[in-house]
């Protein structure tokens, strides 16, 4: 089946650092990749919509210079945190849909990126 | 816009006994809807969803849902409740005429006790 692999599963960084989280799809190509947001005892939050190839599309509110997403290949998409502050500390997770599958079968989800900022 | 409503937060039931996991939904044209589980610092695993066709969806670890049109509710069972069921329960809803991500619910934790 189609597997997503997430990395790293946890990371704690210090205030001001910048911290990339990868996402891979393993055996399959994703055109799109999702970036969600989970706080504890909460929903997952959408926060971009990463596309192959093009700039990523950010949900209202979610800061694009702070959450750098780049998808330059088919396989990849990486969310960066930059200057990282406290508030940032959350479970990242991605979801890649497959691009040879009908669209409303293709979520699969990342195992999630526990991020504590110091 | 879409929205998925889980009304409560916390589910408990003895292991061995039927549960259910509610979840009603709101989006403008025909749902997809789908159950998804996740366990303490995890990512989302995928139960089951509905497309089209049977109103009764069966899908992993013997879970099941029931799609039901009139009360826009896709609520999740399963017979009898095992510990190891315990986790966080989330339904997501996709509208087909376009809008291509998934919205979800707040989450139901289940809590199955021995």
């Known amino acids: 089946g189609a597997v997503v692999s997430q990395h790293p599963s946890r990371v704690i960084c210090k205030s001001g650092t910048s911290v990339k989280i990868e996402c891979r799809s393993l055996?399959?190509?994703?055109?799109?990749m999702f970036w969600y947001r989970q706080f504890p005892k909460q929903s997952l939050m959408l926060m971009a919509t990463?596309?192959?190839?093009?700039?990523?599309?950010?949900e209202q509110g979610v800061e694009k210079d702070k959450f750098l997403i780049n998808h330059a290949s088919l396989t990849l998409s990486t969310l960066t945190v930059t200057s990282a502050h406290p508030e940032d500390s959350s479970f990242y997770i991605c979801?890649?849909?497959?691009?040879?599958?009908?669209?409303?079968?293709?979520?699969?989800f990342g195992s999630g990126t526990r991020l504590t900022v110091v | 816009a879409q929205s998925v409503a889980q009304p409560e937060d916390q589910v408990n039931v003895a292991e061995g006994n039927p549960l259910t996991v509610k979840c009603t939904y709101s989006v403008s044209g025909n749902p997809y809807l789908f159950w998804y589980v996740q366990y303490p610092n995890r990512g989302l695993q995928f139960l089951l969803k509905?497309?089209?066709?049977?109103?009764l969806v069966k899908g992993s670890y013997g879970f099941e849902a029931e799609f039901n049109k009139s009360q826009t509710s896709f609520h999740l069972k399963k017979p009898s409740a095992l510990v190891s069921d315990s986790a966080l329960y989330f339904c997501a809803v996709r509208d087909i005429s376009g809008y291509s991500t998934l919205t979800f619910g707040k989450g139901t934790m289940l809590l199955v006790s021995p």
């Open positions: 055996d399959f190509q994703a055109t799109t």
């Open positions: 509905y497309i089209t066709g049977d109103n």
């Open positions: 990463s596309n192959e190839g093009s700039k990523a599309t950010y």
């Open positions: 979801s890649a849909r497959d691009v040879n599958r009908p669209a409303l079968y293709g979520y699969t």
